[in-house]
T-cell receptor
Framework: SQKIEQNSEALNIQEGKTATLTCNYT??????LQWYRQDPGRGPVFLLL?????KEKRKERLKVTFDTTLKQSLFHITASQPADSATYLC???????????FGTGTKLQVIP | NAGVTQTPKFRVLKTGQSMTLLCAQD?????MYWYRQDPGMGLRLIHY???????AKGEVPDGYNVSRLKKQNFLLGLESAAPSQTSVYFC??????????????FGPGTRLTVT
């Protein structure tokens, strides 16, 4: 069956350290992989998108990698800040680019 | 630009009642989506549309119907509400035509409780 797994429900990290979140998938052939941020009571907000033929993408303190052989994406936040505390969702674009399936998310807490 | 708006923000229904959730976007997006979000389940796709007049089933379509009569609006209907449909509903839209345009813009959500 198809499955998207994010490494843990919650991740606590000290301010200033690099947070690394994992997204693993099975039985999908995604065209794109996306990462979103969701704050309590709000809708998800888009952060980064990476294509199947791209290895790495960066945006300011954010970096995402995509390994289609391992069927895994890693999402890094460098120099983490308390304001980075939120739930982070990975999502796969598949089904002829029309469908998007989300993982259950990882709740990140950055401790001052 | 207002982006993606959803109406209403909150609603309480009794079992068996019907209602329609309205999603509107002012970004001229082709693709629109309805999701529900439940604790521990993440976002699950209910129905989606790849253009005006088109709709398709997502992962959890049972008990819901949709319509996309105008490009900017996507309606989600519950014909006979059940307690299992208690959830937070999110609408999203995207250009859906090329690479970065597949990123989705989400509305603020509708919190629905069915008693």
């Amino acid at each position: 069956s198809q499955k998207i797994e994010q490494n843990s429900e919650a991740l606590n990290i000290q301010e200033g350290k690099t947070a690394t979140l994992t997204c693993n998938y099975t039985n999908y052939s995604p065209a794109y992989l996306q990462w979103y941020r969701q704050d309590p009571g709000r809708g998800p907000v888009f952060l980064l998108l990476i294509r199947e033929n791209e290895k790495e993408k960066r945006k300011e303190r954010l970096k995402v990698t995509f390994d289609t052989t391992l069927k895994q994406s890693l999402f890094h936040i460098t120099a983490s800040q308390p304001a980075d505390s939120a739930t982070y969702l990975c999502a796969l674009t598949h089904g002829g680019y029309q469908k998007v399936t989300f993982g259950t998310g990882t709740k990140l807490q950055v401790i001052p | 630009n207002a982006g993606v708006t959803q109406t209403p923000k909150f609603r309480v229904l009794k079992t068996g009642q019907s209602m329609t959730l309205l999603c509107a976007q002012d970004m001229n997006h082709e693709y629109m989506y309805w999701y529900r979000q439940d604790p521990g389940m993440g976002l699950r796709l209910i129905h989606y549309s790849v253009g005006e007049g088109t709709t398709a089933k997502g992962e959890v379509p049972d008990g819901y119907n949709v319509s996309r009569l105008k490009k900017q609006n996507f309606l989600l209907g519950l014909e006979s509400a059940a307690p299992s449909q208690t959830s937070v509903y999110f609408c999203a839209s995207s250009f859906g035509l090329y690479y970065e345009q597949y990123k989705q813009y989400f509305g603020p959500g509708t919190r629905l409780t069915v008693t």
